[in-house]
């Protein structure tokens, strides 16, 4: 019996639900009825079911009793409470008051209600607008009416709760249920709030109004699941938490020991600062160049960008480099600095991000962790620091604390989820026969929505299947036949090919200026919608007609489908495209359907998919809400606070903090100059900010903002972000998509295979006896009375009948595809949940129908003899078959390449080279693998230390490119010999059988054509680069990489079914951007004097002046007039005279339109000298390309200077690049419309068309033209709209038609971007991405699909306006911003994500199917598999004592034995490691006193002091033992190192105080051992460093690959933005250094975009290139030649569209981050979760180390022998050590802790029989022997059988008993000693067994006597 209770708890409920033990089974509640029959109940037959009328009032069941502290039990609609006996001591049950207001807060419209007071404030809270008056509009409206108004409801609320339940001293009273804390404090700080308006201290209190929405948790009982889950995950964090303190120490101090004040180095004008006079007084003047560099390390000032001087690096006065401190002439003298002289940092977020005090050192490490920014830090350190040094520190930084930590952190959050969903399992099992509760609203609501997406989704996969059965809507001829139509797979599968045709038709839209393509794609795309428009109609009229209106509108597939169509009907009858075209790509989900009923894979993958998203409903919600409470917060805290005078390095704040605008807020374009795109002045953008956080996307730019604004203290609101939000939340969503998706995929493939196993059984069985009787009917006349009736063959299609078990492996496999069709509604099966099985489909219908199935027969053989050979007769003649021995076969099978037979002397010869073996230390290794291994890793080293940009004539250059042509032989003869030996391809083990072998065939047939013809180039150039993949034959040598490459090779298959999901999806996504943004994602770069856009003067043009350059007669324009003061002034300006152009620009000429297009004229500058011209240039204007090396450019310095010397050929050059530089911005004809409104061709002398294409074109191109111009979408759109004869119209189709025919040379643009060229802009692509075709719009997808760059992408589409109209910031934010943010959350963290399921649920199952002990049951395998990791730590383990015989030792050495030994001194030493760790992490540059250095110098030396005197004590006590562990060994490495650093630094010698602190930090690692928790993540960490060993080497092989790949195709390229000095491929370092960048996600897609850049993008942009064809480095001549020109040193080569310059870097890094980014970075969590899962609860060296302390106790002396009865109370002692440290039970046959362990008689005999100690012939047992009794014991959990087990086991295994052996004879010789043992008494000759039964005979017998005694007393 349950109810619906408010949406806050009700406390007095009994607990039903586990996360709400008090009042939320309430809010769970059922009111049964129907909802019970679905729960599987009785349903309404059942009369207790049914609500009585008297269930509606409070009914008091008992009065509970005081004495025994049980509380009175009521129950009120079917549900039983308990509550206080007198709330507030004034109500007591009894009144009816209360009793009513009990009714009233546990009716279900008061939740309702409640619900919607919530929803209502969230709504209010989200609709606040800070940047308008809290005065004014809604804001106040929200504070004075409707805020308080809900105070008052929610504080009527409280009272009335705390009326019916109590307040907090009862039991089950209000505030003792944590989650109504939230609302109590709710409504109190919004009661003080109200009551101290005026008060400013108590302005904080509005934070909490912020917290209202999340009492909607308590109405949805699952999302506390949720959060408890989370909160629960938190404290088993804490070991985590600890690791991440330690190594963010052990990092942050090595940073401050060696970078501190790296930050501070910057490049300077003079070498030493100067003296001067600044404003009257004396300063220290030491400017900076303003080079963006820090110096010091990897960068001198030496090569400083374009437009900076070389100049000297400087620093701090403090500075660790003395050669870097200020050198003053004459001293210091006490004068400052002069303003802008002292040191400064170059990069303003340097202030917080450096290494000069521990706060920012870890802040650094922690921003480096989440892997944003990281790079950026670690170039910054190389050029202040030094390159290697930097780089170690941080590639060893970035695996340790982002690969492992954050693995780690998701392992612990896994295993929280799968404890607490273990222990909600367990109570709800104990509680299953209680009543089922229902959900509340709330939760109701997200279960519908869930449902009704599956429900969706599923009939999305078969939208056409119909039953059979099903009534019509209408019973009559037409319907039937349209149902017939309808349900027909001709007219299906014809519907989806219209489909699919018509997204190819929509995949050919895209953007581009040349206007003959743009109107024939345009024009195509029309005429084919309408065809596919009217294909749909009579695809919708006829399922309207064959379902009915009722079912095509309840059908979610029919019902889109049929919304889609009126849409495009309404947009085709309006003309318009309009928002919603995009929609009709989502007709495309309906090709999921055929997929999935022919692909089994496929259709199992889907389903996963769709029932784990559907299991992630409640998670989505929770982070919707996480997202509003945290938007809402970080609201208040930083609205207006994020204004900036610049917003791109965030410097200094500016003037207009806390005003709602920058500036003038009635421009739209310039009022949020100084805000940074990503701020909290809004509720949308802070929504969008704090999601774009919780994606890691340049979040600290964010927090550096957040800190200039607020200060330090506000860096902890984003850290904690980042915990809670980033890492933690998504490592939950992670942990519960893994483990959803694992579990239903499992559920999917067991069904399908049922559902498989099924059809095939059913078709065999048929397929058998269908052969049968076709064979004996052959033989003779069918008899009817030996007939098999049809019903003997259905049943046997039940039972797997012997002929399918005999059949072949051949006819095993299943049948051919085309036998494997099924019916209609057998393919189409569906699953309502992921746990139904499959039905079989009926047999009606099938056969013909029922009687024709009667007369079907299947014969029965008379006689063996006379019967015709059986199927089974036929299988087991085909088995003897293939067991015959095979005769000598004749020429050509058996011959290798149809030459060598199997007895060739050369075949055998080739044999055994290849099977030669050599022993090596014991193991058998191939001679011929292993030779060719090591021939395939010297090649690799010499092919990483190849560049094409080496000398040629360099001696190792030499070497190593004539080594390579060895290899090549050598490579060859391998390849050789193995076709010899096994032969090409039809041989058994051919060469091509095997895929390696493949490989390798393809490089060596490579490097053979490579060799066979030199400096070639075009498609064997490109071939000569894939001898890169020569290392990867690594793989095929090495058996553990294979391992590795086998779990990728078997994920590929699951993984190309997610890819093609994905990829569906993500052309349905880019098909909605391209519609929306192509040819939008454009802006106008403005020079210096700024320009005049259609925004500033509505319906402007800019006036030119034209004429003629004198030097080149080229024609060029200048703007009549300057953009001053928000108008155009033409009083100046370039140009003008008066009001007229002046004599070099003879003509005045004006655009009559906006929509009438200006061209920019530019040659090609991407053709090369074989290239077809199509169009005649005059020579003057686009002079030919460049054909010599000779003719290129020089780039060395002062190669611009006058006095340099220019040769003829470099004269032609650069001719050539500045004719490639220039764009003539001029009319397209030239004709215009003068004031008497005529069209005049005032221009067209100085047209683009008579400029370029002087002798015009043919006829037919200009009519072709002229109706694209008439059909143009954009020009002349306007000018003609309503007046197609007028003189605007008739001059702006001239000027269209002009640039038309002269499109290769003639680009023209419109409005804004006419405006931006015409006034000297540019107008260019906002970003490297776009979306102006559907590839670019699928590539940019992809890329943000990583998190890189997306939410550029994303400002960039709010930002859009219209084509060829300059942008406005949060134009369509509403729209793009939410899309974006969609996209996001489906790609990046769902589909990825999955990505990661895939893996590692096929890396279990690989390591399931991988298992041994196959034999044995899980818990023996369990025991078995303890004992051997227990026995593995006992052998690994040198000595347990650092010293033996202790009463042998000298008196004082035994004494200084025991002082090393106890406690006392370990916890000291331990706590100066602490204390010196301490004092490194105070380590502050600059000093902030002047003692402050010699503080630390002088706690250094103490401390130095102290491990000193531990080592001489050490070494006394233990004398050579000391060296046996490897803590002393580290230690005395510590003290050497220490003291060689003080000789030098006394010495003056040389300072190696940076390697000092590195070996002092690393003493940290000793406090590890008190650390056991870490110790143990430690541990998880050391069992997966051999499989991770194996991942990190194919990564490390990868890298290697496409480092060598990427040298040899990017290394001349010329550099961009993002591929620069610090990012490039110059050399095999650089490029190892980018690809690990790259694989942890930073800007990879930039450095690809700057790869892309075409000739054409360089010379836009003002730069310019080598052409490809001319930068030949493997030519001797040539690469002088480039030499001398410095392109070596500064290579700038360019490439040529298509194939080998832009595609080949898209697949590149394509490649790259499908393969490394996702599949084997993720094969790392994979292993990381296995190692964490199995190394979480290893306690063997705790089990040792408890052991050794106990045993101690019983040999104080160390003898290592005690007697048998002390091992025992040893043993069972240190068990009982081990069950109080588990904080369990050990087992039951332990004593029982009341019974003394001392006592041996105590020990249970059935265990005493399992125990195995070994003694000597004295009768002694030794400590290891003991040892390994007690590992068994815990291992087996004291379980005698176990222990049995475990004896077996270890009598089988030999190997581990050997060494046992040898253990224990060591142990056994050791000298006793003569001196106490020889006098203590002889342990007892009897067994170990007869000892302690005698012993419990006796304590019988004493029992008995004692007894007896005390009855003779009585």
């Given amino acids: 019996m349950s109810i619906i209770v408010p949406n806050s708890v009700v406390p007095g409920a009994i607990p039903e639900d586990p996360p709400r033990a008090t009042g939320a089974a309430a809010a769970a509640a059922s009111e049964t009825g129907a909802e019970s029959k679905e729960l599987g109940g009785s349903g309404s037959g059942n009369a207790d079911d049914l609500e009585r009328p008297g269930d509606r009032y409070l009914v008091i069941i008992s009065n509970g009793d005081p004495a025994a502290g049980r509380l009175p039990r009521i129950r009120l609609r079917k549900k039983e409470l308990e509550v206080c006996r007198r709330s507030l001591y004034l109500f007591p049950l009894d009144t009816v008051f ?78 003792r249920e944590a989650w109504n804390w939230l609302d109590f404090i709710v409504v109190i700080t919004a009661i003080l709030e109200a009551t101290n308006v005026s008060q400013d201290g108590m302005a904080f209190l509005r934070m909490f109004r912020m917290l209202r929405p999340l009492r909607s948790l308590n109405a949805v009982p699952q999302m506390k699941v949720l959060v408890n889950t989370f909160m629960s995950s938190i404290p088993k964090l804490g070991n985590v938490s600890i690791m991440g303190a330690f190594l963010f120490g052990t990092f942050g101090i090595l940073g401050l020991s060696m970078f501190d004040g790296v930050f501070l180095h910057s490049c300077r004008t003079t070498d030493t600062p100067q003296l001067i006079n600044f404003a009257g007084q004396e300063c220290w003047s030491w400017n900076v160049t303003g080079d963006a560099r820090l110096c010091g390390g990897a960068y001198m000032c030496k090569d400083p960008p374009e437009g900076v001087a070389q100049g000297f690096c400087g620093s701090h006065e403090q500075d660790m480099d003395e050669s870097l401190r200020p050198k003053f002439p004459g001293g210091r003298r006490s004068f400052p600095w002069c303003p802008g002289s002292d040191p400064q940092r170059v990069f303003p977020e340097s202030e917080w991000i450096n290494f000069e005090h521990m706060g920012s050192a870890l802040l650094t490490i922690f921003q480096c962790m989440t892997v944003e920014g990281w790079t950026d830090v670690m170039y910054r350190v190389q050029d202040g620091y030094g390159y290697w040094q930097s780089t170690v520190y941080f590639f ?523 022993t090596f230390r014991g193991d058998k290794i191939k001679v011929f693998d292993n030779a060719i291994l090591f021939c395939i890793l010297v090649s690799s080293i010499g092919m990483a230390i190849d560049t094409p940009l080496a000398d040629p004539r360099a001696p190792l250059t030499m070497v190593i490119r004539s080594s390579d042509k060895m290899f090549a032989v050598i490579f060859a003869t391998e390849m050789a010999i193995k076709l010899v030996a096994f032969g090409f391809v039809w041989a058994e083990h051919a060469y091509l059988k095997d895929g390696w072998n493949i490989l390798d065939g393809f490089v060596v047939i490579v490097s053979l054509l490579d060799m066979a013809t030199p400096g070639s180039g075009g498609i064997l150039k490109t071939l000569r680069i894939l001898r890169a993949f020569r290392p990867l034959r690594i793989i095929s040598k090495n058996e553990n990489l294979k391992v590795v490459v086998q779990t990728i090779f078997s994920s590929l298959l699951d993984l190309f079914t997610l890819m093609i999901v994905a990829l569906l999806f993500l052309l349905i996504f880019a098909l909605i951007f391209l519609d929306g943004l192509s040819g939008r994602l454009y802006h106008c770069t403005q020079p210096d004097t700024g320009v005049a856009l259609l925004r500033d003067l509505q319906g402007f043009r800019t006036p030119l002046c034209l004429g003629s350059d004198p030097a080149s007669l080229a024609p060029q324009s200048c703007p009549a007039g300057l953009f001053l003061d928000e108008a155009w002034n033409q009083s100046v300006g370039c140009g003008v005279s008066g009001s007229t152009c002046a004599t070099s620009f003879t003509v005045s000429w004006t655009r009559p339109t906006v929509d009438t297009p200006i061209c920019v004229g530019r040659c090609d500058g991407a053709k090369s000298p ?337 491990f000193t005197l531990e080592f001489l004590l050490k070494f006394y006590g233990l004398h050579g033992a000391y060296w046996e562990d490897r803590w002393n060994q580290f230690d005395f490495f510590c003290i050497l190192v220490s003291t060689t650093g003080y000789i030098l630094e006394w010495t003056d010698t040389v300072n190696i105080s940076s390697v000092t602190s590195i070996v002092r930090v690393a003493r940290l690692f000793r406090l590890m051992r008190l650390m056991k928790g870490v110790n143990k993540i430690f541990a998880a960490l050391a069992m997966s460093i051999p499989k991770l060993l194996n991942v990190v080497l194919i990564l490390l092989l990868l890298l290697v690959l496409y480092s060598i790949l990427g040298v040899s195709l990017f290394s001349t390229l010329k550099p961009g933005e993002t591929l620069n000095e610090h990012g490039n491929f110059k ?82 890094w394509g490649s790259y981050t499908l393969i490394v980014s996702i599949m084997v970075m993720n094969l790392v969590i994979a292993v990381i979760l296995e190692s964490y899962e199995e190394g979480k609860d290893t306690r063997d060296g705790d089990t040792i180390e408890l052991s050794i302390h106990v045993w101690k106790k019983y040999d104080p002396n160390q003898t290592m022998n005690i007697g048998p009865e002390k091992a025992v109370q040893f043993i069972f002692e240190v068990l009982n050590l081990v069950k109080d440290e588990k904080g369990e039970s050990v087992r039951n046959t332990c004593p029982d802790e009341s019974m003394d362990f001392a006592r041996v008689a105590a020990v249970p005999m059935k265990l005493v029989k399992t125990l195995n100690l070994k003694t000597d012939e004295t009768g002694w047992v030794n400590f290891f022997s003991a040892l390994q009794q007690v590992q068994k014991l815990v291992c087996a959990n004291t379980d005698p059988e176990a222990v049995n087990e475990i004896n077996k086991f270890e009598e089988e295994d030999a190997k581990t008993a050997a060494r046992m052996k040898m253990r224990q004879q060591a142990f056994s010789s050791r000298n006793l000693g003569k001196g106490d043992l020889e006098k203590q008494a002889p342990p007892s000759r009897l067994s170990l067994q007869e000892y302690i039964a005698a012993l419990k005979i006796q304590r019988m017998l004493r029992e008995r006597r004692r007894r007896r005694e005390e009855a003779e007393m009585q």
Avoid at 1334 to 1350: K, N, Q, R
């Fill in 1170 to 1506: 074989g290239d077809d011209m199509r169009v005649t240039n005059p020579p003057d204007l686009c002079p030919r390309p460049l054909t010599k090396v000779s003719e290129l450019p020089s780039v060395c310095d002062g190669s611009d200077a006058l006095e340099y010397n220019v040769s003829e050929d470099e004269r032609r050059g650069r001719e050539y690049r500045d004719a490639m530089f220039r764009s003539l911005i001029i009319p397209c004809g030239g004709s215009t419309v003068n004031s008497t409104g005529s069209v005049v061709q005032t221009g067209r002398a100085m047209s683009c068309r008579e400029a370029f294409c002087p002798e015009g074109v043919s006829k037919e191109k200009t009519d072709q033209c002229r109706s694209d111009c008439e059909m143009h979408p954009h020009f002349c759109v306007s000018a003609c709209e309503g007046r197609a004869r007028s003189a605007e119209c008739q001059s702006c189709r001239q000027e269209c038609v002009a640039s038309c025919e002269c499109a290769d040379h003639c680009e023209p643009l419109i409005k804004d971007a006419a405006l931006c060229v015409e006034q000297g802009g540019r107008w260019e692509q906002s970003l490297s991405q776009n979306f102006d075709n559907v590839w670019t719009s699928m590539l940019t997808l992809f890329e943000i699909s990583s998190t890189e760059g997306w939410v550029d992408v994303m400002y960039a589409a709010c930002d859009i306006t219209s084509e060829y109209e300059e942008p406005i910031r949060d134009n369509n934010e509403w729209l793009w911003a939410p899309l974006f943010t969609l996209y996001m959350l489906f790609s990046n963290m769902f589909i990825i994500n999955l990505s990661v399921g895939v893996i590692v649920d096929k890396f279990m199952d690989l390591k399931q199917e991988g298992i041994s002990n196959v034999m044995l049951t899980s818990g023996q395998s369990a025991w078995v598999s303890d004992w051997q990791n227990s026995q593995s730590a006992l052998l690994r383990r040198r000595n347990f004592f650092d010293v033996t015989d202790l009463h042998l030792l000298p008196w004082f050495r035994r004494k200084v034995y025991d002082f090393i030994s106890s406690r006392y001194f370990q916890g000291s030493i331990m706590a100066a490691i602490s204390l010196n760790s301490v004092l490194m992490a105070l380590n502050i540059f600059p000093a902030p006193l002047v003692w402050w250095d010699d503080f630390l110098r002088i706690g250094k030396l103490c401390f130095f002091v102290i």
């Fill in 396 to 918: 060893c930084l970035i695996p340790v604390t982002s690969f492992f930590l954050l693995n780690v952190a998701l392992a612990v959050v896994d295993e929280a989820r799968e404890d607490f969903e273990d222990e909600n399992s367990e109570q709800a099992d104990e509680e299953k026969p209680k009543p089922v509760s229902r959900s509340s609203i709330v939760g109701q609501w997200v279960n519908k929505a869930g449902s009704d997406m599956a429900k969706a989704m599923e009939q999305s996969l078969h939208p056409d299947g119909a039953d059979g059965q099903e009534v019509l809507w209408m019973d009559n001829g037409l319907v039937r036949l349209l149902k017939r139509i309808a349900v027909n797979e001709v007219f299906a599968s014809f519907i989806l090919f219209i489909i699919a045709a018509n997204v190819v038709v929509m995949m050919m839209a895209s953007f581009t200026t040349n206007i003959s393509e743009q109107v024939s794609t345009l024009d195509f795309t029309n005429i084919c919608e309408k065809v596919f428009l009217g294909i749909f109609l009579v695809e919708m009229a006829i399922m309207l007609g064959a379902f009915g209106p009722k079912r095509y509108l309840t059908t979610p597939v029919m019902c889109f489908d049929g919304l889609i169509v009126l849409i495009s009907l309404i947009q085709v009858l309006s003309g318009d495209g309009g928002p919603f075209a995009a929609l009709r790509t989502l007709r495309l989900l309906r090709v999921l359907n055929k997929l999935a009923t022919r692909w089994p894979s496929f259709r199992v993958l889907l389903k996963a998919m769709l029932y784990t998203a559907r299991s992630l409903v409640y998670w989505i919600v929770l982070f919707s809400l996480f997202l509003y409470i945290s938007t809402l917060l970080w609201l208040q805290l930083f609205a207006r606070k994020m204004h900036f005078e610049d917003v791109e390095t965030l410097a200094k704040i500016s003037s207009t903090q806390n005003k709602p605008w920058c500036a003038d807020d009635s421009k739209r374009w310039t009022r949020q100059e100084c805000i940074p795109r990503a701020h909290f002045d809004t509720f949308l953008w802070s929504w969008v900010t704090i999601f774009q956080i919780m994606t890691g996307e340049n979040w600290n730019t964010i927090m550096y903002a957040g800190m200039r604004a607020g200060g330090w203290p506000f860096a902890v609101f984003f850290v904690g972000l980042i915990v809670f939000g980033q890492i933690l939340f998504l490592s939950l969503f992670l942990s519960m998509l893994l483990s959803k998706f694992d579990q239903v995929q499992d559920e999917m493939e067991q069904a399908e295979k049922e559902r498989t196993a099924g059809k095939m059984q059913r078709m065999m069985s048929f397929k058998i006896l269908l052969k049968t009787t076709i064979e004996w009917a052959g033989h003779r006349r069918i008899d009817p009375a030996k007939v098999v009736p049809i019903e003997a063959f259905e049943e046997a299609k039940a039972q797997p009948t012997e002929e399918v078990k005999q059949l072949s492996p051949k006819a095993r496999a299943g049948p051919k595809p085309w036998e494997n069709e099924a019916p209609e509604d057998e393919e189409d099966d569906e699953y309502d949940s992921p746990k139904k099985p499959s039905t079989p489909p009926s047999s009606e219908g099938q056969c013909g129908g029922q009687n024709e199935a009667a007369a079907v027969a299947v014969v029965r053989p008379e006689t063996p003899h006379d019967a015709p050979p059986d199927l089974p007769m036929n299988v087991e003649q085909e088995k003897q078959d293939e067991q015959e021995p095979s005769q000598p076969r004749n020429w050509p099978h058996g011959y290798a390449l149809f030459v060598f037979s199997e007895d060739n002397p050369i075949r055998k010869a080739c044999l055994w080279l290849l099977r030669a073996e050599a």
């Fill in 1627 to 1708: 050399h095999f370092g650089y490029a190892f250094i980018t690809l690990f960048r790259a694989s942890t996600g930073e800007a990879w897609n930039e450095i690809m975009h700057d790869l892309v850049k075409s000739p054409s993008d360089h010379y836009r942009k003002g730069n310019w290139c080598t052409p490809d064809y001319l930068f030949q480095v493997d030519e001797e001549d040539s690469w002088k030649a480039l030499s001398d020109k410095c392109l070596i040193e500064r290579p700038n080569a360019c490439v040529i569209p298509w194939f080998n310059g832009q595609l080949m870097p898209v697949l590149y």
């Fill in 98 to 175: 209360r009793q009513r207001v009990i009714e009233l807060v546990c009716h279900w419209a008061f939740e309702k209600f409640v619900l919607f007071l919530i929803l209502l404030n969230s709504i209010c809270l989200a609709a606040y607008d800070h940047r308008s008056s809290p005065d004014t509009g809604f804001n106040m409206v929200s504070d004075r009416y409707i805020d308080p108004i809900l105070t008052v409801f929610f504080t009527l609320e409280l009272v009335l709760k705390v009326i019916a339940f109590g307040f907090i001293l009862d039991k089950k009273s209000y505030l």
